[in-house]
């Protein structure tokens, strides 16, 4: 392993890169040829070298030294400008090739370098020139002043690369992962409100996360719960987040809705009645009521749930927790050491006696770190794989441990200080991320890549490679962490005092938009993404020169994010510095400037996601770019016809746009690595596939379309797929009328991929059968398989013999009839198949659309599909017989659409361990048979829809025992439920469109102790009332359209505390002219959500609404008694108000100004009469955020002084008579305006006069049209 100079501050990995450029043989062959000063740029480069011989002492002296420090940050800021200008000469070059290239081509004459235009450009560079030698001449001079002297560098043996670090080498917390343990495991109450709250607490590196992570992941805890949830937290204290963030958790979905109420509701449909664990890592905020709003969605839990908080702050676990606050200790010295050597060596145990003076200096070294894990881990990870004494004995008596600074550990600084120089500035750049965001590792490096910190010209490895070794380097040191639930191993973070540490090292340099003031020197700018960014969240940028990265950080991918366009096309075209420029996710954004090609030094440069539609000619002037990511641009149709200038790109990702041909110029970017897409022209039009070949390097991603253009098998022979051994996934798609021929398998034969692709995909294929490498056992890493609309094939390949396969997807296979033996093993010897089994590691196979298909032969011999968990079978009318029978592992079955499929229980023998069942279609008699089922199921989740001649409850779900989730949908025959109702284990029962189903016996109601969830959607027709109490522990109720339901009650027998509704959801059918509410509201005392739409309402028993409701939506016309009656004023938890065509309602809520304060947002709806209202009763909300009149077709005005100082958000839709806005009272803290479908308003609007006064509001909405 190659030997690295380490020590030197990452400063030196830059000068050391500018000395090796400036006497590169291509930058002196460059420099012959124009004006520049050659004199200077040896002065530049002797001065270089100079400075560069004292950097390692001044990176020690500078921690007790603070000139040192002045001296070293402001020689940085230089060298980088000398770097910039460096580049600026790089670029001129690059730009000379490309030009020199293209005049040949054309004329086959050189180009002239000294063309006039370019003279100014050698003057000016080497004006620049001459201030810069100048000032680093001084530079160097103050160096002796300061007494820095050259140093003979430390080397260091390279630790081996490595692709993670074990993370379960944990020491000393036996005895802690015991008392928490006893905690959680107990069976005493644990308080009145069913959840017992565990606190550990230790400053940070002590191991809080690490022990949480140990008895999170225990056996017996997993066993215990019956649900178990992780959520990060942090500084940022972010309900919404939190919440989504184990709502994804506990349902592993995700969840793309931002109201907060929605994920409550969800979170508790999802957690009720079941024992949980959830772990709220890392929490900050010590406000009582803010943490009762985060932990109010599972408060309510099944007695024995638990949560575990680790915290820094002892007032934060003094909230909390309800056991004892659980103090995490130090580490003993004896800990440490047995940490810090499993680390360094692998072992706590020395096996020779050469290392008994190693081990004592490494217990000393132990000693230092404090006791704290995180300490001892990052040492160990420095000391790897060193066995040299005087390297150990260094590290002991480093000045660093001396180190004052509070929030920087000297164990960590340390670590940082032995790094090498060009891992020191790839640390120090991660500081632009924030604390607990994720990283991904395959960014990451192009990011290092774009700002030139991975130079390989002197260790013949791609930069790719390069920046892999380096975070892999991270790794192991315990600098980067992968996350506990990356099972793909993509995902990594740092801790947060190693964040600490990037962020004190990288000084300012680097600097994140939240963390306050930004220098004017910054190099590296990073933000969170708002929905809305507005200009002046960026104006202190606009007089800054230096900026190499403009990168926003993605915390919520769901929502749709706008940016100003004074952003885009005033500020950043600016930055002629920008290596690094991302746009992502931005939907306001159709086009670029054509001054984007301006940015020269652009290496990496992100506008995925956004709705642009073509890209400026100008940017092929980038000849520096690396990385284009023009990703889910779906509105994209072109790329620029000489994209070929870009002779730099290494990485072009184009995957979901709508291009549909690629330049031919393409074909010269043969430093390609990713090229996501790739779309084969008609013959003499566009690329022909053989082009592929010039590309060898290709990895990660490919898909191949319009395949159906290939004329000719030879041109797919010269592709050479097979030797691109990097391409991880493989699409090849046809075109939609692909014709059968002999051709088309030959093409696809000779398009066999390398053996180590991972996931294949065919779609459009027009051959009747696939070649012999398709299901090769030699592919032996393939895991995911999809075979799709290839509708000429009669016969499916050998797809059984494919070890590592996981997945299968077949469908739209038209002509396909039988799957037979062909399907699980290719043609082998008489007598050799006896011990083979198909299928070895198959989860989950997928059948859909097969039209034709009739037959499934099973496999003779030993059981196919031993692992398989899931089978779906959708849309196969002719399928007929029977599905395998022994399914050892089976969990979930889909069967729709499948009209002759014949099962019975005595046939699948599987039956009795399915978890999930959804069927779907089964039109006769006969096929329901496979419901009937004797003996006791394990089915806990199933759906059955469609099944027009199923008369009766089938036995299926009647025995299973362990039954949570039943949806009926759409079942016209079935008519009652048994006499026994439905198994009480039932937590949620959804009946969709069965308006013949009589509802559920009254007598078995109060059996249903876990009900908690039910919905009745076009049902039960019969039904004409329904009793609140009725089911002991419902918590949501949501009945639509029941034809005769014209009223709710509570029965007499219920004590004023019974309810534990929490959410109700009821639209009256349309031939209900009124629906009574035949109950005091105030008893259900949990309720939060209320939704009610009727033609007419009436509380027959008055209303006094329930104290603890935080959302009311109410749609009629009528109500009874009148508004002023129902209390609103008193409800001071209500946050959001929807009325909908309550003219009457509204006006007097107005009038009288009953609304509550605590209101966050109004949403007035369908109120056909209303011209306009007393602006009194918004006046004193000064808490609303938002309001939305929608639907107000004769709304003239908004009163004066009508809107309050709180007010963010004004949705103006469809108020066809609204002409005028309180202009002169629009409060200061308005930040959105929505007009659409407003036609006076918007003809207001487009002129001046009227315009100017609403322009202080940064984002204006008018009939889909932004500015911001």
């Given at each position: 392993?190659?030997?690295?100079?380490?020590?030197?501050?990452?400063?030196?990995?830059?000068?050391?890169?500018?000395?090796?450029?400036?006497?590169?043989?291509?930058?002196?062959?460059?420099?012959?040829?124009?004006?520049?000063?050659?004199?200077?740029?040896?002065?530049?480069q002797a001065t270089m070298l100079n400075l560069q011989a004292v950097l390692d002492d001044a990176e020690e002296k500078q921690i007790s030294n603070p000139h040192v420090k002045q001296w070293l940050d402001n020689l940085k800021d230089v060298v980088f400008d000398a770097e910039d200008l460096l580049n600026e000469i790089s670029y001129d070059s690059l730009r000379c090739k490309v030009e020199n290239a293209k005049a040949q081509n054309k004329t086959n004459q050189v180009w002239n370098f000294l063309s006039s235009p370019f003279n100014s450009f050698y003057k000016e560079i080497n004006s620049q020139m001459k201030i810069m030698c100048d000032s680093l001449q001084l530079y160097a001079q103050n160096k002796d002043i300061l007494g820095l002297q050259t140093k003979s560098a430390r080397v260091s043996r390279r630790t081996p690369s490595s692709s993670g670090v074990n993370e379960s080498v944990v020491v000393g917390r036996k005895g802690d992962k015991e008392t928490i343990m006893n905690m959680l495991l107990s069976q005493r109450d644990t308080t009145h409100n069913n959840i017992g709250v565990v606190a550990i607490l230790g400053m940070g590196g002590l191991g809080k996360t690490t022990l949480a992570q140990l008895v999170y992941?225990?056996?017996?805890?997993?066993?215990?719960?019956?649900?178990?949830?992780?959520?990060?937290?942090?500084?940022?204290?972010?309900?919404?987040?939190?919440?989504?963030?184990?709502?994804?958790?506990?349902?592993?979905?995700?969840?793309?809705?931002?109201?907060?109420?929605?994920?409550?509701?969800?979170?508790?449909?999802?957690?009720?009645?079941?024992?949980?664990?959830?772990?709220?890592?890392?929490?900050?905020?010590?406000?009582?009521?803010?943490?009762?709003?985060?932990?109010?969605?599972?408060?309510?839990?099944?007695?024995?749930?638990?949560?575990?908080?680790?915290?820094?702050?002892?007032?934060?676990?003094?909230?909390?927790?309800?056991?004892?606050?659980?103090?995490?200790?130090?580490?003993?010295?004896?800990?440490?050491?047995?940490?810090?050597?499993?680390?360094?060596?692998?072992?706590?145990?020395?096996?020779?006696?050469?290392?008994?003076?190693?081990?004592?200096?490494?217990?000393?070294?132990?000693?230092?770190?404090?006791?704290?894990?995180?300490?001892?881990?990052?040492?160990?990870?420095?000391?790897?794989?060193?066995?040299?004494?005087?390297?150990?004995?260094?590290?002991?008596?480093?000045?660093?441990?001396?180190?004052?600074?509070?929030?920087?550990?000297?164990?960590?600084?340390?670590?940082?200080?032995?790094?090498?120089?060009?891992?020191?500035?790839?640390?120090?750049?991660?500081?632009?991320?924030?604390?607990?965001?994720?990283?991904?590792?395959?960014?990451?490096?192009?990011?290092?890549?774009?700002?030139?910190?991975?130079?390989?010209?002197?260790?013949?490895?791609?930069?790719?490679?390069?920046?892999?070794?380096?975070?892999?380097?991270?790794?192991?040191?315990?600098?980067?962490?992968?996350?506990?639930?990356?099972?793909?191993?993509?995902?990594?973070?740092?801790?947060?005092?190693?964040?600490?540490?990037?962020?004190?090292?990288?000084?300012?340099?680097?600097?994140?938009?939240?963390?306050?003031?930004?220098?004017?020197?910054?190099?590296?700018?990073?933000?969170?993404?708002?929905?809305?960014?507005?200009?002046?969240?960026?104006?202190?940028?606009?007089?800054?020169?230096?900026?190499?990265?403009?990168?926003f950080i993605c915390l919520m991918t769901w929502r749709d994010n706008y940016l100003s366009f004074k952003v885009v096309n005033d500020l950043l075209p600016s930055q002629k510095r920008l290596r690094v420029l991302s746009l992502s996710r931005y939907k306001n954004i159709i086009k670029l400037p054509d001054s984007i090609g301006n940015l020269v030094q652009l290496r990496y440069l992100d506008i995925s996601f956004t709705r642009i539609k073509s890209l400026p000619d100008t940017i092929c002037n980038l000849y520096n770019l690396q990385t284009l990511n023009l990703s889910r641009c779906n509105s994209l149709t072109e790329l620029p016809v000489h994209i070929g200038n870009l002779v730099g790109l290494r990485h072009l990702d184009i995957s979901g746009t709508n291009i549909n041909e690629l330049p031919v110029e393409i074909g010269?970017?043969?430093?390609?690595?990713?090229?996501?897409?790739?779309?084969?022209?008609?013959?003499?039009?566009?690329?022909?596939?053989?082009?592929?070949?010039?590309?060898?390097?290709?990895?990660?991603?490919?898909?191949?379309?319009?395949?159906?253009?290939?004329?000719?098998?030879?041109?797919?022979?010269?592709?050479?797929?097979?030797?691109?051994?990097?391409?991880?996934?493989?699409?090849?798609?046809?075109?939609?009328?692909?014709?059968?021929?002999?051709?088309?398998?030959?093409?696809?034969?000779?398009?066999?991929?390398?053996?180590?692709?991972?996931?294949?995909?065919?779609?459009?294929?027009?051959?009747?059968?696939?070649?012999?490498?398709?299901?090769?056992?030699?592919?032996?890493?393939?895991?995911?398989?999809?075979?799709?609309?290839?509708?000429?094939?009669?016969?499916?390949?050998?797809?059984?013999?494919?070890?590592?396969?996981?997945?299968?997807?077949?469908?739209?296979?038209?002509?396909?009839?039988?799957?037979?033996?062909?399907?699980?093993?290719?043609?082998?010897?008489?007598?050799?198949?006896?011990?083979?089994?198909?299928?070895?590691?198959?989860?989950?196979?997928?059948?859909?659309?097969?039209?034709?298909?009739?037959?499934?032969?099973?496999?003779?011999?030993?059981?196919?599909?031993?692992?398989?968990?899931?089978?779906?079978?959708?849309?196969?009318?002719?399928?007929?017989?029977?599905?395998?029978?022994?399914?050892?592992?089976?969990?979930?079955?889909?069967?729709?659409?499948?009209?002759?499929?014949?099962?019975?229980?005595?046939?699948?023998?599987?039956?009795?361990?399915?978890?999930?069942?959804?069927?779907?279609?089964?039109?006769?008699?006969?096929?329901?048979?496979?419901?009937?089922?004797?003996?006791?199921?394990?089915?806990?989740?199933?759906?059955?829809?469609?099944?027009?001649?199923?008369?009766?409850?089938?036995?299926?779900?009647?025995?299973?025992?362990?039954?949570?989730?039943?949806?009926?949908?759409?079942?016209?025959?079935?008519?009652?439920?048994?006499?026994?109702?439905?198994?009480?284990?039932?937590?949620?029962?959804?009946?969709?469109?069965?308006?013949?189903?009589?509802?559920?016996?009254?007598?078995?109601?109060?059996?249903?102790?876990?009900?908690?969830?039910?919905?009745?959607?076009?049902?039960?027709?019969?039904?004409?009332?329904?009793?609140?109490?009725?089911?002991?522990?419902?918590?949501?109720?949501?009945?639509?359209?029941?034809?005769?339901?014209?009223?709710?009650?509570?029965?007499?027998?219920?004590?004023?505390?019974?309810?534990?509704?929490?959410?109700?959801?009821?639209?009256?059918?349309?031939?209900?002219?009124?629906?009574?509410?035949?109950?005091?509201?105030?008893?259900?005392?949990?309720?939060?959500?209320?939704?009610?739409?009727?033609?007419?309402?009436?509380?027959?028993?008055?209303?006094?609404?329930?104290?603890?409701?935080?959302?009311?939506?109410?749609?009629?016309?009528?109500?009874?008694?009148?508004?002023?009656?129902?209390?609103?004023?008193?409800?001071?938890?209500?946050?959001?108000?929807?009325?909908?065509?309550?003219?009457?309602?509204?006006?007097?809520?107005?009038?009288?100004?009953?609304?509550?304060?605590?209101?966050?947002?109004?949403?007035?709806?369908?109120?056909?009469?209303?011209?306009?209202?007393?602006?009194?009763?918004?006046?004193?909300?000064?808490?609303?955020?938002?309001?939305?009149?929608?639907?107000?077709?004769?709304?003239?005005?908004?009163?004066?002084?009508?809107?309050?100082?709180?007010?963010?958000?004004?949705?103006?839709?469809?108020?066809?008579?609204?002409?005028?806005?309180?202009?002169?009272?629009?409060?200061?803290?308005?930040?959105?305006?929505?007009?659409?479908?407003?036609?006076?308003?918007?003809?207001?609007?487009?002129?001046?006069?009227?315009?100017?006064?609403?322009?202080?509001?940064?984002?204006?909405?008018?009939?889909?049209?932004?500015?911001?």
């Amino acid at each position: 392993m190659a030997a690295t100079m380490i020590g030197g501050a990452f400063l030196s990995a830059t000068v050391q890169t500018l000395v090796e450029k400036l006497a590169s043989t291509e930058f002196r062959d460059y420099i012959k040829n124009t004006k520049l000063n050659v004199s200077l740029l040896r002065q530049l480069q002797a001065t270089m070298l100079n400075l560069q011989a004292v950097l390692d002492d001044a990176e020690e002296k500078q921690i007790s030294n603070p000139h040192v420090k002045q001296w070293l940050d402001n020689l940085k800021d230089v060298v980088f400008d000398a770097e910039d200008l460096l580049n600026e000469i790089s670029y001129d070059s690059l730009r000379c090739k490309v030009e020199n290239a293209k005049a040949q081509n054309k004329t086959n004459q050189v180009w002239n370098f000294l063309s006039s235009p370019f003279n100014s450009f050698y003057k000016e560079i080497n004006s620049q020139m001459k201030i810069m030698c100048d000032s680093l001449q001084l530079y160097a001079q103050n160096k002796d002043i300061l007494g820095l002297q050259t140093k003979s560098a430390r080397v260091s043996r390279r630790t081996p690369s490595s692709s993670g670090v074990n993370e379960s080498v944990v020491v000393g917390r036996k005895g802690d992962k015991e008392t928490i343990m006893n905690m959680l495991l107990s069976q005493r109450d644990t308080t009145h409100n069913n959840i017992g709250v565990v606190a550990i607490l230790g400053m940070g590196g002590l191991g809080k996360t690490t022990l949480a992570q140990l008895v999170y992941n225990d056996e017996e805890v997993q066993q215990h719960f019956d649900m178990r949830a992780w959520a990060c937290v942090s500084e940022d204290f972010d309900i919404l987040r939190v919440t989504k963030s184990l709502l994804e958790s506990v349902t592993s979905i995700t969840w793309d809705s931002n109201n907060l109420d929605v994920l409550r509701v969800a979170l508790k449909k999802n957690s009720r009645e079941k024992r949980f664990l959830f772990v709220l890592d890392d929490l900050w905020n010590d406000n009582y009521n803010d943490w009762g709003e985060l932990v109010s969605p599972f408060i309510d839990g099944k007695p024995g749930s638990m949560v575990i908080i680790t915290t820094r702050q002892q007032k934060v676990a003094e909230v909390a927790h309800t056991f004892p606050i659980h103090k995490l200790d130090l580490l003993s010295n004896e800990d440490c050491w047995s940490l810090l050597s499993k680390h360094a060596l692998g072992s706590d145990e020395f096996h020779h006696s050469s290392n008994t003076a190693l081990e004592e200096i490494g217990r000393k070294i132990a000693r230092k770190c404090g006791g704290l894990p995180i300490a001892a881990k990052t040492i160990g990870g420095l000391l790897r794989s060193k066995v040299d004494i005087s390297e150990w004995t260094s590290i002991l008596n480093s000045d660093i441990w001396n180190l004052s600074n509070d929030n920087i550990l000297p164990a960590l600084h340390l670590s940082y200080q032995y790094l090498p120089s060009h891992l020191k500035r790839c640390f120090a750049y991660c500081s632009i991320f924030p604390k607990d965001c994720p990283l991904d590792r395959k960014e990451l490096v192009l990011l290092w890549m774009a700002e030139g910190f991975l130079d390989c010209s002197q260790r013949g490895k791609k930069m790719e490679e390069l920046g892999d070794d380096c975070f892999a380097e991270l790794l192991s040191r315990s600098l980067i962490q992968q996350l506990s639930d990356d099972d793909r191993g993509e995902k990594f973070v740092m801790h947060d005092l190693v964040n600490d540490l990037a962020t004190f090292v990288s000084g300012k340099s680097c600097c994140r938009l939240e963390c306050g003031d930004i220098p004017e020197n910054v190099r590296h700018f990073s933000y969170n993404q708002e929905n809305y960014d507005i200009f002046m969240k960026f104006e202190k940028l606009h007089n800054f020169k230096c900026l190499r990265s403009f990168l926003f950080i993605c915390l919520m991918t769901w929502r749709d994010n706008y940016l100003s366009f004074k952003v885009v096309n005033d500020l950043l075209p600016s930055q002629k510095r920008l290596r690094v420029l991302s746009l992502s996710r931005y939907k306001n954004i159709i086009k670029l400037p054509d001054s984007i090609g301006n940015l020269v030094q652009l290496r990496y440069l992100d506008i995925s996601f956004t709705r642009i539609k073509s890209l400026p000619d100008t940017i092929c002037n980038l000849y520096n770019l690396q990385t284009l990511n023009l990703s889910r641009c779906n509105s994209l149709t072109e790329l620029p016809v000489h994209i070929g200038n870009l002779v730099g790109l290494r990485h072009l990702d184009i995957s979901g746009t709508n291009i549909n041909e690629l330049p031919v110029e393409i074909g010269g970017l043969e430093n390609l690595q990713t090229l996501t897409l790739f779309l084969v022209g008609k013959r003499h039009i566009g690329l022909s596939i053989k082009e592929l070949r010039k590309f060898p390097n290709l990895q990660g991603k490919l898909t191949i379309k319009n395949l159906d253009n290939v004329v000719d098998a030879r041109d797919a022979h010269d592709a050479n797929l097979k030797s691109k051994e990097q391409i991880e996934e493989l699409e090849l798609i046809w075109g939609k009328h692909s014709e059968d021929s002999q051709e088309v398998k030959v093409v696809l034969d000779m398009l066999q991929p390398p053996i180590n692709l991972k996931v294949l995909k065919i779609d459009l294929y027009g051959g009747t059968s696939f070649p012999s490498w398709l299901g090769s056992s030699s592919f032996y890493n393939i895991v995911s398989l999809s075979i799709s609309n290839c509708e000429n094939c009669v016969t499916l390949p050998s797809l059984g013999q494919l070890p590592s396969l996981k997945d299968v997807e077949i469908r739209g296979m038209e002509m396909l009839e039988t799957i037979g033996p062909e399907f699980y093993y290719a043609q082998i010897e008489e007598g050799s198949n006896s011990s083979f089994q198909p299928f070895p590691s198959l989860e989950r196979i997928k059948f859909d659309n097969m039209l034709n298909w009739n037959e499934w032969i099973p496999f003779e011999g030993i059981n196919a599909f031993p692992q398989l968990k899931a089978i779906e079978l959708r849309n196969c009318p002719e399928l007929r017989g029977y599905l395998p029978t022994n399914l050892p592992s089976i969990e979930k079955i889909v069967i729709s659409g499948c009209s002759h499929l014949l099962e019975t229980p005595s046939t699948l023998h599987w039956l009795s361990s399915i978890k999930k069942m959804n069927i779907n279609g089964l039109g006769e008699s006969s096929q329901l048979s496979l419901l009937e089922s004797d003996s006791p199921c394990m089915m806990q989740d199933v759906v059955i829809e469609k099944c027009v001649k199923l008369l009766v409850v089938p036995k299926l779900i009647l025995r299973s025992t362990c039954l949570t989730h039943l949806r009926l949908d759409s079942l016209s025959s079935l008519t009652a439920f048994p006499s026994s109702g439905l198994p009480t284990s039932l937590q949620s029962l959804h009946i969709r469109s069965c308006e013949n189903l009589s509802f559920l016996p009254p007598e078995t109601w109060s059996n249903y102790t876990s009900l908690v969830s039910l919905q009745l959607w076009w049902s039960c027709d019969t039904l004409t009332s329904f009793p609140l109490d009725g089911f002991p522990a419902l918590q949501t109720l949501t009945i639509l359209d029941c034809r005769s339901l014209d009223s709710i009650y509570i029965s007499e027998r219920s004590s004023p505390l019974s309810s534990s509704l929490e959410s109700l959801i009821i639209e009256s059918h349309d031939s209900i002219e009124l629906f009574e509410v035949k109950l005091k509201m105030d008893m259900l005392t949990a309720l939060e959500m209320l939704n009610l739409k009727c033609a007419e309402l009436s509380f027959c028993e008055g209303v006094c609404l329930p104290p603890k409701l935080q959302s009311i939506a109410i749609s009629t016309q009528k109500t009874a008694p009148p508004v002023t009656e129902w209390g609103h004023q008193y409800l001071t938890a209500l946050s959001y108000l929807r009325i909908d065509k309550g003219d009457d309602i509204f006006n007097t809520l107005m009038k009288e100004s009953l609304l509550p304060i605590s209101l966050v947002s109004l949403n007035i709806r369908d109120l056909s009469e209303m011209k306009s209202f007393d602006g009194n009763g918004l006046r004193h909300l000064s808490s609303l955020q938002y309001l939305d009149f929608s639907f107000c077709p004769q709304l003239e005005s908004l009163p004066e002084n009508c809107l309050p100082s709180s007010l963010k958000s004004l949705i103006l839709f469809q108020c066809e008579k609204l002409e005028s806005l309180p202009e002169d009272s629009l409060p200061d803290s308005l930040e959105r305006l929505n007009i659409w479908g407003c036609p006076l308003l918007e003809e207001r609007y487009k002129r001046k006069e009227h315009c100017s006064k609403i322009a202080h509001i940064p984002v204006i909405w008018i009939n889909h049209q932004v500015r911001i």
